[in-house]
Structure formats: structure tokens, C-alpha cells
Nanobody, 124 residues
């Protein structure tokens, strides 16, 4: 069972950029599809972005496409989320997640393993 630990969340101002990291404990990290999600207070958890095992394809939710970028470094067992032009509505707990690659399953669904989350607050 892979364990995931996020980091990088903090208080930032509107318009700022921030990069989140998620390190996996499992040496088979490169076999997992990785995704980022977030949950704001009083709201359901929201899919943000996913990246395939080799990193050659990324999928984004419409709400963050063009502002957020997901990437991975399989040598470091790490997935990143670069967030630009942050807005107050981006305030949430951000989670990374992992799942097996299943060709018939949308990249936004089916995540089996989750990190504990990291808080991002966007406020002036």
C-alpha cells in the first residue's frame, strides 16, 4: 500500500504562485496514475489534475486548466502541482492520490490511496 505525504501548502496572496509536492513511499511509484484534488470548507472534494504513469499525458478540470500544472519525477517518487494566479476561491485542503492505470477508467476517478492533505489559503 503506497503512502503519500503532501507538502508546500501555505498562506499566499491573490495572484501568487505556489508549488505543492507529494512524495510516495512506494518504490513502485512509477506504476501509479497520480492525481491532485482539493476540498474547500463545506464543499465536496474536487478533482483538479491527473498525470499518467510515464508523465506523458495530463488531464485537468476546467476550473484550473491553464493555471495549474501537474508533473512528476519518478526518480524521486514525487508528483507536483504548480499553481499560478491563485484566487481566494482556491483556498482548500489539497490532496494527492494514487491509483492503478486502468484504461477504461477516467483519470478523474478511482483513486485508491490518499495523502493527509496540505492547506492552501489565498487571502490578502
Amino acid at each position: 500500500q503506497v503512502q503519500l505525504v503532501e507538502s508546500g501548502g501555505q498562506l499566499v496572496q491573490p495572484g501568487d504562485s505556489l508549488r505543492l509536492s507529494c512524495v510516495a513511499s512506494d518504490s513502485t511509484f512509477s506504476r501509479y496514475v497520480m492525481g491532485w484534488h482539493r476540498q474547500a470548507p463545506g464543499k465536496e472534494r474536487e478533482f483538479l489534475a491527473a498525470i499518467t504513469t510515464s508523465g506523458d499525458y495530463q488531464h485537468y478540470a476546467g476550473s484550473v486548466k491553464g493555471r495549474f500544472t501537474i508533473s512528476r519525477d519518478n526518480a524521486k517518487n514525487t508528483v507536483y502541482l504548480q499553481m499560478n494566479s491563485l484566487k481566494p476561491e482556491d483556498t482548500a485542503v489539497y490532496y494527492c492520490a494514487a491509483r492503478r492505470p486502468i484504461a477504461t477508467l477516467s483519470l478523474s476517478r478511482g483513486y485508491d490511496y490518499w495523502g493527509q492533505g496540505t492547506q492552501v489559503t489565498v487571502s490578502s
